[in-house]
């Protein structure tokens, strides 16, 4: 019988015991279903090698050896390996099935995350990594892609396709037109050719986490080649330009793991832990703090919220300590600690993550923790997030406004939006400096994370026309914590084009408790 794809009709059982149910992933060289082990009544994922590249003994014994790697690690940050089997002459390898999202699927969605996640993922990651190299083996892709996160919050290392033992001395598999890594993710010696140890894999993580925090990979060219080579050639751009809220400590710690010479990154994952642990003291954000991503539910208070608006890195925000927005005060209801989460398995088993352990702040007065732009009939989003704290400095002569559009109604989308995200729940008045006219605005309130579409954030509590320049006020008499500006209409702007002549423009936001 033929090696199976995807359109034959499933066997009833493979091995003898695994029962395919549906297709849950793919990848270039592998297809991942969703499988009942029928020996164990567990829900399992079964991973078989392409159809195509059965007969390739490269790209098999590769397939082999990510069994073999991680069947022999076992620890609560790396995918569990039960079983390798061979079907038909098609491999398969039986792992733990996870319930959750990759952090690129993250990433795509949210485009940066908050620094506390960043560092838990971080230290979940090197915790795997360590416990990969004290068992003599380099992971080689360390990627987002091969990062999982489950609606718990643990974080999963999977893929070992292209793990190599350390100590064994034995030669790589190459095949043509396959990079032993991803070209975005390559550490500069993987890119020389030169001898790899497990710094090699530190290095990815340090992009990872780049990424993570400024929504982009340092090194980005117009080919794989290009992209690899890009490391060899410059340092990455300072992770402090590109996201001035972020603590001296964390920076200090994702520079040293980007180091082009292995001698100057951390040496061990455990390591690379520990420093990350000792930035999280420092990991507060002046921006937005907002939601977990779709399908990460029930998050507990010891996972942080992820953001969900991207700062364009070609306008960088300037670098003075009075736009700094206010920290966010965490009380018991607050979404934003880091601490130990639950590994899911499907036989009911849970492993307590370590983490570390943060002290509640005291709850002091209500004040203005972040905002964002809410634009989600945008292209991508946003609207001018490099601007946002011209609302909050405290200066009437700064301003954030709109892109320009060519009527008052935002074109087609009919709005824009800014998210503000209060320390807690409050009731008081919203006051907001409008910098043109006429303009329109309605107020929406939600104590739960705040809704992506409109819809979502139901009736408006408030609203506001004006048709001259003036400081709107705006009753919030029921205790919100997140507050929603739609304006509606803008005025026009000497700023925009005759062909886009309308942009909405405000000159401060405040709150006032009361």
Known sequence: MAAMDDKQVLPSLIGGRYRLERKIAHGGMAVVWLATDTFLSRKVAVKLLRPHLVNDPTLAERFRREAIASASISHPNIVAVYDCIEHNGQQAVIMQLVKGKSLRELLDKQKRLGPKLTIHIGISVAAALDEAHENNFIHRDVKPGNIMITPEGQVLLTDFGIAKAITSGEEDLTHDNIMMGTAKYLAPEQVRGKPLDGRSDLYSLGLVLYECLSGRVPFLGESDADTALARLQREPTDIARLRPSLSPQLVRVIHKLLARNPEHRYATGHETKLALRAALTGA????????????????????????????HVRRPRPKHGSYALRRMFVGLSALSVLAGVLLWQVSGDTTTQEAPIIEPVPVEPVAIASLSTFDPMGDDGVENDELLPNLLDGDP??????????????????????????????????????????????????????????????????????????????????????????????????????????????????????
């Not at 507060?284 to 700062?311: A, C, F, R």
């Not at 892109?403 to 087609?412: L, R």
């Not at 509590?461 to 507050?483: H, V």
């Not at 005759?498 to 401060?508: I, V």
Request: negative net charge.
């Open 284 to 311: 507060h954000d002046t921006t937005t703090e907002l939601t977990p991503p779709s399908g990460l539910h029930n998050v507990q208070e010891t996972t942080e919220p992820v953001e969900t608006h991207y700062e």
């Open 397 to 514: 002569a700064t301003v954030w406004s709109t892109s320009c559009y060519d009527n008052q109604y935002f074109g087609s989308k009919g709005f824009v939006g800014l998210v503000l995200h209060l320390t807690r729940p409050a009731t008081g008045t919203l006051r907001i400096g409008m910098h043109n006219a006429p303009w329109a605005i309605d107020i929406y309130a939600s104590n739960d994370a705040p809704p992506v579409d409109i819809d979502g954030w139901g009736t408006s509590i408030s609203r506001g026309y004006n048709t001259k320049r003036q400081r709107a006020s705006f009753a919030i008499d029921n205790p919100a914590q997140y507050l929603l500006i739609k304006i509606r209409e803008a005025g026009k702007s000497s700023q925009c084009t005759a062909q886009f002549p309308y942009s909405g423009t405000l000159a401060g936001i405040a709150f006032t408790e009361g």
